[in-house]
């Protein structure tokens, strides 16, 4: 069983080769970590198509993040609202500790921290001491099997009806 790393409540994160230093809101009280990302969509092929952060980050790149490994979740928002999200298996960096860690995707522009650090990544692996400030680095949201039969089925026909709702495809 390796050690556990004590971080605080929020903390420096590095997305392995994407992105580095970005703050971070640790919260034990989330199941699941979520990430800002813009320009998501998936293609006719299957294809997730994302973008880190958006135009009015200073982490934002335009760097486009393409993925046939995503699965989707209805996400229960702590303020109430039901929305339904792409999940993502990123490798990132806490506190010099490197771990693969599952983010949904979510337009973040509003939060004070454009990552949210949950309970899953954290299980194991971090003990969070909340009097500690930003560390140095370099409710459920279980994905529903149905939607998630549905979307692989067919994953632009799912994309279109579920998650653009209506909205003029790109």
């Not at 990552?115 to 001491?129: N, P, S």
Request: aromatic share 10%.
């Amino acid at each position: 069983m390796s050690q556990k790393t004590i971080i605080g409540r929020d903390a420096k994160v590095s997305f392995v080769g994407l992105a580095e230093d970005v703050p971070a809101k640790v919260d034990t009280g989330a199941d699941a970590s979520a990430v800002w990302a813009s320009d998501i969509f998936v293609d006719k092929d299957g294809i997730l198509h994302y973008k880190l952060f958006d135009k009015g980050s200073p982490y934002y790149t335009g760097e486009e993040i393409t993925t046939d490994e995503y699965s989707v979740a209805v996400v229960k928002s702590a303020s109430g609202d039901v929305v339904m999200k792409y999940k993502v298996k990123l490798s990132i960096c806490i506190n010099g500790r490197r771990i693969g860690a599952v983010f949904g995707l979510s337009d973040r522009s509003t939060h004070n921290y454009p990552i949210l650090i949950g309970r899953r990544t954290l299980q194991g692996k971090f003990i969070v001491d909340v009097e500690e400030k930003a560390t140095k680095t370099t409710k459920e949201t279980k994905a529903t099997p149905k939607l998630n039969e549905q979307m692989r089925e067919d994953p632009y026909k799912f994309y279109k009806e579920q998650y653009l709702n209506g909205v003029d495809e790109k």
